[in-house]
T-cell receptor
Framework: GQSLEQPSEVTAVEGAIVQINCTYQ??????LSWYQQHDGGAPTFLSY????GLEETGRFSSFLSRSDSYGYLLLQELQMKDSASYFC??????????FGAGTQVVVTP | SAVISQKPSRDICQRGTSLTIQCQVD?????MFWYRQQPGQSLTLIAT?????????ESGFVIDKFPISRPNLTFSTLTVSNMSPEDSSIYLC???????????FGPGTRLTVL
């Protein structure tokens, strides 16, 4: 079957580093993306990995290992505004997204 | 990038009725998608809507329940037909851009069925 697994919740203090892991099992894999969603808001794109390795965008980095069907999102220098849900999503054919269940990140002072 | 608007932003409907949700994009795009997000849950793809062809539906979703129109490259509608309380959800449209397979999402339509 097709599935993605990620932790349901992570709590950390401001300034800390958080890593959200995502393992997937799917056919027709074209890449792994990460989206952020604040309560009541629309998902917004954070990053995309098509090939193995690390992609860095400011405070956020994303990693992919296709052989291990595994990726992670790294949030550095956590800020209160980073409190949100984070979804990993497998990109399938024609750009279709299959989302994981989401990880609620709670940042405390 | 793309700016997407949806109408209505929210609605409360009676069971057995239908609601049509509109999605407008500020630029021409080939690929448009419709997702459903139930309260506190993840997003699930309903269908892909390409201009000039029939929408393609994901497993568990059928055209009779969720008919879709795509009359041009900037607009699409999703109808939720014969609604039941189980259809209460947020419905989002999205578009695919060429860069990094990034999808831009509309603000969503929050539907409550009584």
């Amino acid at each position: 079957g097709q599935s993605l697994e990620q932790p349901s919740e992570v709590t950390a203090v401001e300034g800390a580093i958080v890593q959200i892991n995502c393992t997937y099992q799917t056919s027709g894999f074209y890449g792994l993306s990460w989206y952020q969603q604040h309560d009541g808001g629309a998902p917004t794109f954070l990053s995309y990995n098509a090939l193995d390795g690390l992609e860095e965008t400011g405070r956020f980095s994303s990693f992919l290992s296709r052989s291990d069907s595994y990726g992670y999102l790294l949030l550095q220098e956590l800020q209160m505004k980073d409190s949100a849900s984070y979804f990993c999503a497998v990109i399938r054919s024609w750009g279709k997204l299959q989302f994981g269940a989401g990880t609620q990140v709670v940042v405390t002072p | 990038s793309a700016v997407i608007s949806q109408k209505p932003s929210r609605d409360i409907c009676q069971r057995g009725t239908s609601l049509t949700i509109q999605c407008q994009v500020d630029s021409q795009v080939t690929m448009m998608f419709w997702y459903r997000q139930q309260p506190g849950q993840s997003l699930t793809l309903i269908a892909t809507a390409n201009q000039g062809s029939e929408a393609t539906y994901e497993s568990g979703f059928v055209i009779d329940k969720f008919p879709i129109s795509r009359p041009n490259l900037t607009f699409s509608t999703l109808t939720v037909s014969n609604m039941s309380p189980e259809d209460s959800s947020i419905y989002l449209c999205s578009v695919l851009t060429g860069a990094d397979n990034e999808q831009f999402f509309g603000p969503g339509t929050r539907l409550t069925v009584l």
